[in-house]
Every structure is written in structure tokens, then in C-alpha cells.
């Protein structure tokens, strides 16, 4: 079963604005991290946030995580209609061999209206 | 420099057929991983292998379902006797050293389809 849930399912702004995305979780993680996949296109790794860290930036996104709430956000600031894609949160927690396997929730769609 | 590739991209096969699909990591990266997305969710973990050995397989559905990366470099995923409820992309992803920091790189996918 997929661990993460993302908030909202779908999500359509005018480009210029800000997107807000939000993801929960239900059990202790080492990392948290933010894919981004274009349709028929392959998943690509946005934005890594370490459990000790709270906010990270990267261009134009902003992410925080709060462990106290299990949560994470993304923040895209001045949507273009090329950041139209589906979003995925995915949780990672030390497995056997010292590393992680990603669990994705089921994705948040953003569409960008030019 | 290249990416993760799979091969094929599409593969259509019948019901209780055995197929087998190809991951080339990014040269180098030691972890690789494959993952399935079904329609409308998000990619679900099957397996890791660090080097040649698998060191987490319990994302494995069941025991038709086998991968091995002899030379820890290209890895198979095998299915047997296939079922309807395979259809998926089954993606794959590697990375570079081991540790719980690493992004992972993924490719673009195989999409399966069980008639």
C-alpha cells in the first residue's frame, strides 16, 4: 500500500500564480522527496528535504517538511503551463543495505492555464 | 550522458505468457531499483538490488515475478505466466552510491499489456 497522501488530487491556476501541494505520511522517515512526471514522460526528481531539515528551496520551488505533523508542502512560485504535470511526494526510510526505497502517494495533477 | 534506459517501451503480450524486460542504469550507479505504476497511482516498489545481489524484494506481488542483475549492471525483470492484472508500466530507476540521500534517476518505462 502506498504510504503518502497527497492534497490536493487535482489542481488547475492561471500561470503566474502559486501552486500549493501537500503531502502526508503515516510512519518515521529518513528523507522525503518531490518527482515531478510529464505526460508520457518519465519521473524526475525535483527536491530532497532531510527528516532534520524543515525548508528547502530550489529555483523557483519551496519545500517544508514538519515531522511533529507528518507533512510536507511544495510550493511552485510563478507557474508556467510548462510546470503542467502529475506531482508525487515519495517517503524514503532505511531498508536493508543502508538505503532507501521510495513509497509514492498517488500523485496531485496540475494543470497551468497559459 | 544517457539516462536510465528500457527496453522494450511498449509490449503487449497473452494471457499466461512469459515476458522479461530490460533496465540499463546509468553507468556507474550501483543501486537499482524497479517500480510498477499502475493507471491513475503512483509507482509502487518491487524490488533493489545493490550491486548483483537484491537486497530488498519485498515489493515482489508474488512468485511469478523475478529479477536478477547478473553483473550489476543491466537487470531483467522477469514475469511468468502472466495475468491481466500485470498491466502496468513497470519502471526503473537506479542510483549512484548507497546511502538514504540519493535521488533516483528513473527511466521512461515499459508499458505492459496482458490481453
Known amino acids: 500500500s502506498q504510504q503518502g497522501e497527497e492534497d490536493p488530487q487535482a489542481l488547475s491556476i492561471q500561470e503566474g500564480e502559486n501552486a500549493t501541494m501537500n503531502c502526508s505520511y503515516k510512519?518515521?522517515?529518513?528523507?522525503l522527496q518531490w518527482y515531478r512526471q510529464n505526460s508520457g514522460r518519465g519521473l524526475v526528481h525535483l527536491i530532497l528535504i532531510r527528516s532534520n531539515e524543515r525548508e528547502k528551496h530550489s529555483g523557483r520551488l519551496r519545500v517544508t517538511l514538519d515531522t511533529s505533523k507528518k507533512s510536507s508542502s511544495l510550493l511552485i512560485t510563478a507557474s508556467r503551463a510548462a510546470d503542467t504535470a502529475s506531482y508525487f511526494c515519495?517517503?524514503?526510510?532505511?531498508?536493508?543495505?543502508?538505503?532507501?526505497?521510495?513509497?509514492f502517494g498517488k500523485g496531485i495533477t496540475l494543470s497551468v492555464r497559459p | 550522458g544517457a539516462g536510465v534506459s528500457q527496453t522494450p517501451s511498449n509490449k503487449v503480450t497473452e494471457k499466461g505468457k512469459y515476458v522479461e524486460l530490460r533496465c540499463d542504469p546509468i553507468s556507474g550507479h550501483t543501486a537499482l531499483y524497479w517500480y510498477r505504476q499502475s493507471l491513475g497511482q503512483g509507482p509502487e516498489f518491487l524490488i533493489y538490488f545493490q550491486g548483483t545481489g537484491a537486497a530488498d524484494d519485498s515489493g515482489l506481488p508474488n512468485d511469478r515475478f523475478f529479477a536478477v542483475r547478473p553483473e550489476g549492471s543491466v537487470s531483467t525483470l522477469k514475469i511468468q505466466r502472466t495475468e491481466r492484472g500485470d498491466s502496468a508500466v513497470y519502471l526503473c530507476?537506479?542510483?549512484?552510491?548507497?546511502?538514504?540521500?540519493?535521488?533516483?534517476?528513473f527511466g521512461p518505462g515499459t508499458r505492459l499489456t496482458v490481453l
Open positions: 515519495a517517503t524514503a526510510y532505511l531498508t536493508t543495505g543502508a538505503n532507501s526505497k521510495l513509497t
Open positions: 510512519t518515521s522517515i529518513n528523507n
Open positions: 530507476a537506479s542510483s549512484p552510491q548507497r546511502g538514504a540521500y540519493n535521488e533516483q534517476f
